[in-house]
């Protein structure tokens, strides 16, 4: 299985594999409880790295069972984790900054239905690829802070403010022997901004896109 690095996809012993980000690396188990022979059945990659992820099906030609990607952002009441977070950072006056890149964010009920609808109606063995409104991480904030009542940060990062800070918190890692909230990968991630074409979903399966407001 191949998967990317800094992407959460659940809580699948072969999915919680995190180090590793080399084009043909095999991850290592460094969440707690991960068996090492799953870690041996997954191969991690930097994200949006296309030429990484040809080499990796080139070194292992029909021995890969599937490549896990979660291209777009979920945000919806049962999100405990990253934009919840930054939600209770913002309420709190403690969010510190924004990076500079932007997503796909798609409401988790509309995720929810497109994948019972596909289930229900959708052809066997098709691709659906569920997007949604396409924005910066910062107008993501300002919305936040609009919501909550709360100031917020106006501007994002500069790009290599947050290269630097990821590099500074995996050092200070090897000396805390804490996980670092951020990586080279995840801040790599955090630089972009993929587009999502969500058509198909829309027209077969009658997907929805939610506004930032309604997330």
Request: aromatic content about 6%; hydrophobic content about 45%.
């Amino acid at each position: 299985i191949i998967k990317f690095a800094g992407c959460y996809h659940g809580h699948s012993d072969s999915l919680l594999i995190k180090a590793g980000s080399g084009a043909l690396t095999h991850g290592h188990p460094d969440s707690a409880g991960v068996p090492a022979a799953f870690a041996r059945e997954t191969i991690v990659l930097p994200y949006n790295d296309t030429a990484a992820l040809a080499a990796a099906f080139a070194a292992n030609p029909g021995q890969i069972a599937g490549v896990i990607l979660n291209p777009a952002v979920l945000i919806g009441p049962y999100d405990r984790d990253v934009w919840t977070h930054m939600l209770r950072l913002a309420h709190v006056r403690r969010l510190a900054g924004v990076p500079p890149g932007g997503a796909e964010f798609c409401h988790a009920g509309a995720g929810a239905r497109a994948h019972i609808a596909a289930a229900e109606v959708g052809r066997a063995g098709q691709n659906y690829l569920l997007g949604g409104v396409s924005a910066r991480f910062i107008d993501i904030v300002e919305v936040i802070g609009r919501l909550t009542g709360q100031p917020v940060p106006r501007r994002p990062m500069p790009g290599w403010w947050v290269r630097l800070s990821a590099h500074l918190e995996v050092l200070g890692a090897t000396i805390t022997r804490n996980e670092p909230e951020t990586t080279p990968a995840s801040a790599r991630a955090v630089l972009q901004w993929p587009k999502i074409d969500t058509d198909l979903a829309e027209r077969e399966l009658g997907y929805a896109r939610a506004s930032l407001d309604e997330m």
